[in-house]
C-alpha cells in the first residue's frame, strides 16, 4: 500500500491548476479530499506522475445561498455541508444524504466537487445533484462552462469534463416540497448497496413535482424522468409509486460484487426506492 | 488496636487484588499514542524488506529476474529460493507438522505467496523494486474446492509430498490429504444412531475468516556481527517459542538470540505461527550486517497470514423422543490451504474440536476430521478461541437447534434436558476430557430469567401472526447458545508445540523497600495483563498491585514460557504467579517469625502481614520483612527475598456461559437489528471485572463481525475478493449493539486461584448465538428450513427470505 513516485504540486488559485493540467495533460490529476484517489495510488491502480492538490484555492471553498440560487465550491467538505444552516433550509435532503456518506472523519475531509467530478458509481452526490437538477461549473484553459448534472456522466470514471478542466461549483435551485435519501448499505464507509434520491411536491393531493434518481445501481447514477412522470400529476397512491418504481427499476442495470448478486440488488433498489418515496412523500 | 490503624477489609483494599476493578496500568500510555509497537521500532542503517507476491493461485514458477530491481537506486538485495536453498532455509516446518515455502520454489499454491523478497534502503524504493522484479508464471488448474480435493483429474498441490504415504498425523489418502483424526468409538455411535427415535441431520459450514488484528505482523532483525548476537524483535504471541524455533532452524545457539515481543496492537491468533517475512528478514540482517525491518501491509495481512475456521461439518444427532440426546457424530472436512500450517498443540491435528459435545451429557458419540490441501492461504489459527474451540461450539449449538426443530421442542428446553448436571463433575466427556467444573443450570435459568425468556417467545409468536397478516415484515429471532470452552493448554501429558511442553512460568523479585517486579512468559496484545497478573500477586503476597511491575515478552530476561493464545495466559502463567507468590509467602513467613521472635507455625497469614496467633497487634508486613530479607542477617536463612515458579497444569480449565441475542430482521432488504444481547460468563473466580466486561465487549463484538459478514472469499480462479477493509467487515461502534454483560462464578478446582480464563469465551459463545438468531427468526416459516451458513450478510438472509416464499 505504498503509492509510486509523483510530484505534489499545491497551487493557491485556479489559474495554476489549469496551467499544471495543461502542461502535463494525461500524466497530471487533481486532487480534492483524496479518498477515492489516494487508495487508488496506494494500491498502484492510479500512476500519477503529477498530483495538483486544491486545498489551498480558497475560491473553491464556501457555500452561498442567495434567494434561488445555491452555489456550493467544490471543496466544499460533506461536514460543512451538514454543519451549514442556511443550506439545510434550502436543500434539506443534502444533510440527509451527507450523514450517510461514511463516517465523520470521511466527512471532515471529503469534498463535495471530489465526490461528484469522480464519476465513481458508488459516490451519493452524483445521484443526489442529479436530483436536484444541479449544474456543475467547470473552469478550463478556455475559461468556464456550465454543464447539467444530468448530462454529466457518461461512464464509471468517465464524465463530461475534460482532462484539462478543473470542477469549481455544483449549483441549483432551492427545494420544496418532501425529500428523501435512502440508503442501504453493508457497514459504516461503505458503498450504498442501493440508495435513492427522491424530491416530491404537492398541489393540494395531486403531485406537482417529483424528481428521482439511484446511486451504485448502474454504471452511471440513474436519473429516472420515468419515474418521476410516473408520479406528476398522481394522487401518490399505492399504484402510482408502484408504477414509479416500476420505471426506476427498467433503467437500473447492477452489478454482482461482494453486496451480493444482481437480483438481490434489482429487489432491494425497488424497496429502497419505495421507502424513499414514502418517506418524501410524508414530508411533502 | 490504634484506632487509626486501617481495618483488614481498608487493607485489603488498598492491595487492588482480586476482584478489584482496576484502571488499565497500559491504558496511559496506548491513550496517548505512546505504546511501542514494532513499527514504531527504528535503529540506525535500517534496510527495509517487501516481498513481490504471486498473483496466482497455482502456477509453476519458470524464472525469475531480478536485474532491473537491483539496478534501482537504493535496492541492497533480493533474495529468491535459489538463495535461501544453501542454508536449508527456503522451506520451513510449521506448527503442524507440514513444511512451508518461504520463497516460492518452483511454484506457487496461493494468491499472494511470497515469491522473492527486496531489501532497500526505505519501504518505498522496496515498494518500486518489486514491480521491476520479473517472474514468468506457468498458470496450473487451481483447487478451491475442498469436496473436489480427491476428485479423478484434480490438480495435484504438493508435488513435494505427491508420494508420501504418511504424514505428521498418519496416514495419506491422497496427495491433497493431509490427515484423518477420529476420535470416540464409530460402531457404538453409528449403532446408536440406527436405533435412535429421532436422528437431525445437517451440515454447517464454519467460513473462513482472518482475525485482521489492528496492527499487521511485522519484525525488525538485527543482527550483530561483532558479538555474533542476533536480536529479533517482532510481533511474536510466543517469544520464547520463537527463539527456539529460530535457533533450530538458523544454527545459532539459542543464548545468541534474543526475541522481543514489544507491544502488539492485537493478536487473535494471527501472531502465534512463524511466517517467511521473519525468515527473510533474519537472512537479510545476516547477509547485510544491519537491522532489517519487514511490517506487512493490510492486504498482504488478509491475503497470506494466517486465516481461521474453514470447517465444513456434517453431523448427526440422535435423541430419544422426550429430548434426551443419545449420540452425537461429526465428520468434517477442514480446509488448510496450501500448506498444513495449523497452530495447534502437536498431537491435536483438528485442535480440540473433540470438545464438541459441547455442554450436554451426551454417552456416545464419534468425530472424524479430514484435513485438505486446497489453493489457499495456509494458517487455520485459533481466531480468539481455544484450538478450534469455536468451530466445535458452533457445530454443537447448531446441532442442538436442528433437533429441537425435528422434535418440535423449544430450544432452550431441549439444552436444560441435556445439560450435565453440577454434581456430575469432574466430568469424563465421550470424546476424551474431564470437564473441570460447571453448573450450567444454574448460569441457564439465570440467563433465561434476565431476558424474559417466555415473554420473547411470546413476542416472537405474535411477531409471527402480524407477519402473516401483513402488518409487519420484520421477523424476530431469539438465538440461544450455552457453550463450554477448553482453555489453559494445557498439561505436558498430552500438549506440547513442537516437542515443548506447554507450561508456563513466573520470576517475581520482591525489592527491599517492598515493591516487586514479576516476569512470565507470556505476552500481553491488549489482554491487560500488567493489570491483573499484578492483582493475583498482591492477593498472593500482600502488596499492592501498583507496587508491582509486570514485564514480559523479552527472553532475556523473561522466564521461558509459551506464550499467549488460546485464552492460557491466566489458567497457565496466572497459575504459575500465584504459586510463585506462594514460594515468597513461605520464605516471608520464617522470616517474619524470626523477627517477631516466634515459632514459624504461630504465625499466621493476614491480607498483607504475618500476626502471631492470638496477639494480632504483633505482627510484620510484607514489605517490613522485604527490608528484613535484604538488610538483616537471619540465621539460616540466605538473604534476597525472590521466587520462580513453571506450572504444568494438571487438566484444562472449562470455562462456560449462557447468551441469549435478540435480532430483528428485515425479509425484504436482509438488514438486521440486534436488540438485545446478553452475555452469561463463568470463567471461575474472576480478578478484575472491568477487564472482563471489556474481553467480553471486544470477543462479542468479533463474534458479530464473523456472524454478520467477515470471511475471506475467494473466485474459481483462487483469486482474494477480501483483502481490504472496504470488503472485510470489521465493525465500528455503528454496528456494534449494546451488550448486557453477567456472571456465575464457580470456581476451577484445581487452579490455584480458582480461575479460568474469558478472553475467548464471547467469541466461542457470540458466534452461535448471533447464528441462532438469524435462524431462528425463519423456524416457523418451514420445517425444512433447518439451517443457513453464515456470514448472514444482507443477501444471504434476503436469499433465505426468498427461497421461503417470504417476498411472494
Known amino acids: 500500500m505504498i503509492p509510486g513516485t509523483f510530484e505534489y504540486y ?70 460543512e455541508l451538514i454543519a451549514d444552516e442556511a443550506l439545510f433550509k434550502a436543500a434539506p435532503i443534502i444533510r440527509e444524504a451527507a450523514l450517510q456518506i461514511a463516517d465523520p472523519q470521511v466527512r471532515y475531509v471529503g469534498t463535495v466537487g471530489g465526490n461528484v467530478a469522480n464519476g465513481d458509481p458508488g459516490n451519493d452526490m452524483p445521484g443526489l445533484m442529479q436530483c436536484l437538477d444541479a449544474v456543475f461549473s467547470v473552469h478550463g484553459p478556455d475559461g468556464e462552462r456550465d454543464i447539467p448534472a444530468r448530462e454529466f456522466y457518461e461512464a464509471a470514471y468517465f464524465t463530461a469534463r475534460e482532462d484539462d478542466e478543473v470542477l469549481t461549483a455544483v449549483s441549483f435551485k432551492p427545494q420544496s416540497g418532501g425529500y428523501a435519501y435512502e440508503k442501504q448499505k453493508r457497514k459504516i464507509g461503505d458503498y450504498a448497496t442501493a440508495a435513492s434520491a427522491v424530491l416530491i411536491a404537492k398541489d393540494g393531493a395531486t403531485c406537482s413535482s417529483a424528481s428521482i434518481a439511484m446511486t451504485n445501481l448502474s454504471d452511471t447514477p440513474i436519473y429516472s424522468q420515468a419515474a418521476s412522470d410516473a408520479l406528476i400529476g398522481s394522487d401518490l397512491g399505492p399504484d402510482a409509486v408502484s408504477a414509479a418504481v416500476d420505471a426506476a427499476l427498467g433503467e437500473i442495470d447492477p452489478a454482482e460484487d461482494g453486496r451480493g448478486p444482481v437480483e438481490f440488488k434489482k429487489h432491494v433498489a425497488g424497496v429502497i426506492l419505495r421507502r424513499a418515496i414514502e418517506r418524501a412523500v410524508s414530508r411533502a | 488496636m490504634n484506632e487509626m490503624s486501617p481495618t483488614k477489609s481498608e487493607r485489603a483494599a488498598a492491595l487492588k487484588g482480586l476482584g478489584t476493578s482496576r484502571k488499565r496500568v497500559e491504558d496511559s500510555r496506548f491513550t496517548q499514542g505512546k505504546g511501542n509497537y514494532i513499527d514504531d521500532i527504528k535503529m540506525p542503517g535500517m534496510l527495509f524488506g517487501d516481498f513481490v507476491r504471486s498473483p496466482y493461485a497455482h502456477a509453476r514458477v519458470k524464472s525469475i529476474n531480478a536485474e532491473r530491481a537491483l539496478e534501482m537506486p537504493g535496492v541492497i538485495a533480493v533474495l529468491t529460493a535459489a538463495d535461501l536453498e544453501p542454508l536449508s532455509l527456503h522451506w520451513m516446518p510449521t506448527l503442524a507438522g507440514d513444511k512451508q515455502m518461504v520463497l516460492a520454489d518452483g511454484k506457487v499454491l496461493f494468491q499472494g505467496q511470497e515469491v522473492a523478497f527486496v531489501v532497500a534502503e526505505d519501504r518505498y524504493i522496496a515498494a518500486d523494486a518489486i514491480e521491476l522484479v520479473e517472474v514468468d508464471y506457468e498458470e496450473l488448474p487451481v483447487l478451491i474446492d475442498p469436496m473436489k480435493a480427491e476428485e479423478d483429474g484434480a490438480p495435484i498441490l504438493r508435488e513435494d509430498i505427491a508420494d508420501q504415504k504418511t504424514g505428521a498425523h498418519g496416514a495419506r489418502r491422497h496427495p491433497n490429504h493431509i490427515f484423518t483424526w477420529e476420535q470416540g468409538e464409530k460402531e457404538a455411535t453409528e449403532a446408536v444412531l440406527s436405533g435412535a427415535d429421532v436422528v437431525a441431520e445437517e451440515t454447517v459450514y464454519y467460513h473462513r475468516t482472518h482475525p485482521c488484528p489492528l496492527e499487521t505482523c511485522g519484525c525488525v532483525a538485527s543482527m550483530d556481527k561483532v558479538n555474533g548476537k542476533l536480536t529479533l524483535y517482532g510481533t511474536f504471541q510466543a517469544p520464547h517459542v520463537v527463539r527456539t524455533v529460530a535457533s533450530l532452524l538458523s544454527g545459532i545457539a539459542e543464548h545468541n538470540i534474543r526475541v522481543i515481543s514489544p507491544d502488539i496492537g492485537g493478536g487473535f491468533g494471527n501472531k502465534v505461527g512463524v511466517y517467511p517475512g521473519y525468515v527473510c528478514s533474519i537472512v537479510a540482517s545476516i547477509v547485510t550486517g544491519v537491522p532489517v525491518k519487514w511490517v506487512e501491509d493490510r492486504m498482504d495481512n488478509l491475503m497470506a497470514t494466517a486465516f481461521a475456521r474453514d470447517y465444513w461439518m456434517t453431523g448427526k444427532i440422535a435423541a430419544t423422543k422426550e429430548g434426551k440426546i443419545t449420540g452425537l457424530w461429526c465428520h468434517t472436512i477442514a480446509d488448510h490451504g496450501a500448506f498444513d500450517a495449523c497452530a495447534d498443540p502437536t498431537k491435536f491435528p483438528a485442535g480440540f474440536m473433540n470438545i464438541c459435545t459441547g455442554s450436554y451429557d451426551i454417552p456416545t458419540a464419534y468425530l472424524a476430521v479430514d484435513g485438505i490441501y486446497t489453493n489457499k492461504a495456509p494458517g487455520g489459527v485459533a481466531y480468539r478461541c481455544s484450538f478450534r474451540v469455536t468451530e466445535a461450539a458452533y457445530f454443537i449449538e447448531r446441532m442442538i437447534e436442528v433437533l429441537a426443530i425435528k422434535l418440535d421442542m423449544d430450544a432452550g428446553e431441549l439444552r436444560k434436558i441435556n445439560f450435565i448436571k453440577k454434581d456430575q463433575f469432574p466430568y469424563n466427556s465421550a470424546l476424551g476430557w474431564e470437564f473441570d467444573s460447571g453448573d450450567y443450570h444454574t448460569a441457564w435459568d439465570k440467563a433465561m430469567q434476565a431476558v424474559d425468556y417466555d415473554g420473547l417467545r411470546k413476542e ?162 510484607m514489605k517490613e520483612v522485604a527490608y528484613a530479607a535484604y538488610n538483616q542477617e537471619i540465621p539460616g536463612v540466605e538473604p534476597g527475598l525472590e521466587a520462580v515458579s513453571y506450572y504444568d497444569p494438571p487438566n484444562m480449565t472449562y470455562p462456560f456461559g449462557a447468551y441469549v441475542c435478540v435480532m430483528d430482521i428485515d425479509v425484504d432488504t436482509g438488514e438486521h437489528e440486534i436488540r438485545k444481547f446478553y452475555a452469561l460468563d463463568d470463567c471461575g473466580t474472576r480478578i478484575n471485572p472491568m477487564i472482563i466486561e471489556g474481553q467480553v465487549h471486544g470477543g462479542l463484538t468479533e463474534a458479530l463481525a464473523i456472524a454478520m459478514g467477515q470471511e475471506i472469499a475467494y473466485d474459481d480462479m483462487g483469486t482474494h475478493k477480501t483483502s481490504t477493509l472496504m470488503d472485510f467487515f470489521i465493525p465500528t461502534a455503528w454496528e456494534t449493539p449494546h451488550y448486557l454483560t453477567d456472571f456465575t462464578e464457580t470456581p476451577s478446582p484445581h487452579h490455584p486461584i480458582g480461575a479460568k480464563g474469558v478472553g475467548e469465551s464471547p467469541n466461542v459463545g457470540g458466534v452461535p448465538a448471533f447464528s441462532n438468531a438469524v435462524n431462528d427468526a425463519f423456524r416457523a416459516f418451514g420445517v425444512d428450513h433447518t439451517h443457513t451458513n453464515m456470514p448472514h450478510d444482507h443477501w444471504r438472509i434476503w436469499k433465505t427470505a426468498k427461497d421461503l416464499g417470504m417476498h411472494d
Open chain 1, 10 to 79: 499545491r497551487p493557491s488559485d485556479l489559474s495554476e491548476a489549469i496551467k499544471l493540467l495543461t502542461t502535463h495533460g494525461d500524466d497530471a490529476r487533481v486532487m480534492a479530499g483524496g479518498h477515492s484517489l489516494i487508495p487508488m495510488m496506494k494500491l498502484r491502480m492510479a500512476d500519477i506522475p503529477h498530483l495538483v492538490d486544491l486545498q489551498d484555492i480558497d475560491a473553491l471553498r464556501g457555500i452561498e445561498v442567495d434567494g434561488d440560487a445555491v452555489r456550493i465550491g467544490a471543496m466544499v467538505t460533506q461536514h
Open chain 2, 460 to 621: 416472537q409468536a405474535e411477531r409471527v401472526e402480524a407477519f402473516k397478516t401483513g402488518e409487519t415484515r420484520k421477523m424476530m429471532g431469539i438465538g440461544l447458545a450455552h457453550f463450554t470452552e477448553i482453555v489453559g493448554a494445557g498439561p505436558m501429558k498430552n500438549c506440547d508445540i513442537l516437542g515443548m511442553g506447554m507450561f508456563d512460568s513466573c520470576e517475581i523479585r520482591i525489592h527491599p523497600t517492598g515493591s516487586a517486579i514479576a516476569r512470565l512468559g507470556t505476552i500481553s496484545q491488549g489482554q491487560g495483563h500488567a493489570t491483573t497478573f499484578a492483582q493475583i500477586l498482591a492477593s498472593e503476597i500482600g502488596i499492592s498491585a501498583d507496587d508491582i511491575t509486570i514485564e514480559e515478552g523479552d527472553t532475556d530476561t523473561a522466564p521461558y514460557g509459551l506464550g499467549t493464545y488460546g485464552s492460557r495466559s491466566t489458567p497457565v502463567a496466572g497459575a504459575a504467579t500465584a504459586m510463585a507468590g506462594r514460594k515468597i509467602r513461605a520464605k516471608a513467613q520464617m522470616i517474619a517469625a524470626y523477627l517477631l521472635e516466634v515459632h514459624d507455625n504461630d504465625i499466621e497469614w493476614d491480607v498483607d502481614r504475618f500476626v502471631v496467633k492470638g496477639a494480632e497487634e504483633r505482627f510484620k508486613t
